[in-house]
């Protein structure tokens, strides 16, 4: 009788830490199943219809745009993963969630920017945004000279114009890759790629040109709703 309950107990056990391990893969399956996916933005209306970039440019920008919304959709997935397995000390947690950042701002930044085209005449001296810019730089010229000064800096990144919420200030900045630079809490209004795939294949090292045909071409209209007086 007592070997009979021993291998019993045993059997038990065994179906205990089966169930469990099929319960946890199941959880762990159905967690990264149900995650919230990122949806790739549609900006096929902007092939042919920005003057200045060709449409074999925008072609690879828009292909490499969703290359980042994939991807951050991928690490999420695997980084619930791991969390659901208890490896959130491993260093393959701590490398997935160092390149989520990158990812997640690559795709961010390069929606602001192209939702930016659509050329639209510059907003009117009364409108809420022109007065904020001459209010804080002097005149809509010298603002524009800071930021595209900031887009001729040596290197890749973006040159972004913020507001500062602390101080309800615009100010330009310069973001060094996708996630290095950002002004924290600010509210980004005008950003500019000057990552070389955004204008080489067509200007080769004239980025000056390609910050002019950015200028030609964007939707002040577009851009005038990120401001929030």
Known sequence: MKGIIQVGTI???ACAAFCHAEASTAAQTSNTSSLKTYKEKNYDHLIGNVPGLNDDLLK???KLYKGYVDNSNLLLQK???LQAKGEMRSPEFA???RML???MDGMRLHEYYFDSFGKSPLLADDHPLMKKIVSDWGSYSNWKSDFIATGLMRGIGW???YIDPSENRLINMWINEHD???LAGGNPIVIMDVFEHAYMPQYGLDRAKYIDVFF???NWNEIAKRYKP
Do not use: F, P, Y
Request: avoid cysteine.
């Open 60 to 62: 690879m920008h828009l």
């Open 95 to 97: 490398g997935l969630k």
């Open 159 to 161: 040159s972004v114009a």
């Open 216 to 218: 030609e071409n964007l």
């Open 180 to 182: 290095v630079g950002h």
């Open 79 to 81: 980084l619930t993963a």
């Open 101 to 103: 950042g990158w990812e």
């Open 11 to 13: 059997a038990a056990m």
